[in-house]
Nanobody
Framework: QVQLAESGGGLVQIGGSLTLSCVHSGRTSSVAAMGWFRQTPGKEREFVAAISWAEGATFYSDAVKGRFRISRDKAKKTMYLQANSLMREDTGVYYC????????????????????WGQGTQVTVSS
């Protein structure tokens, strides 16, 4: 059973930074990629970034490219999202994602119905 646990959210000022973490509790030897999504009330869950577990290749949405950095520590089975130059539009609940059984490296920027998700961590950007 895979469990994902995010941490690191909070209240930050416009222009500030924070780092989110996601710990993968299962066997990461079978993980091909992981990603971050975010959601605000009334909107669809939005892709933020993804990373291939073995090679560390990264993929970003246009909204965060150049400001956010995704990384992973294979030994700690942890994925990170360093968010810089935060804007009010970055406010939302950030979710950690891992492709579900049989999904391989997933379909980023899309997700699948049987993907694994964390419980989410709130990020609020305010003046």
């Amino acid at each position: 059973q895979v469990q994902l646990a995010e941490s690191g959210g909070g209240l930050v000022q416009i222009g500030g930074s924070l780092t989110l973490s996601c710990v993968h509790s299962g066997r990461t030897s079978s993980v091909a990629a992981m990603g971050w999504f975010r959601q605000t009330p009334g909107k669809e869950r939005e892709f933020v970034a993804a990373i291939s577990w073995a090679e560390g290749a990264t993929f970003y949405s246009d909204a965060v490219k150049g400001r956010f950095r995704i990384s992973r520590d294979k030994a700690k089975k942890t994925m990170y999202l360093q968010a810089n130059s935060l804007m009010r539009e970055d406010t939302g609940v950030y979710y950690c994602n891992s492709p579900g059984p049989g999904q391989g490296s997933g379909g980023y920027p899309n997700y699948n119905e049987n993907d694994y998700w964390g419980q989410g961590t709130q990020v609020t950007v305010s003046s």
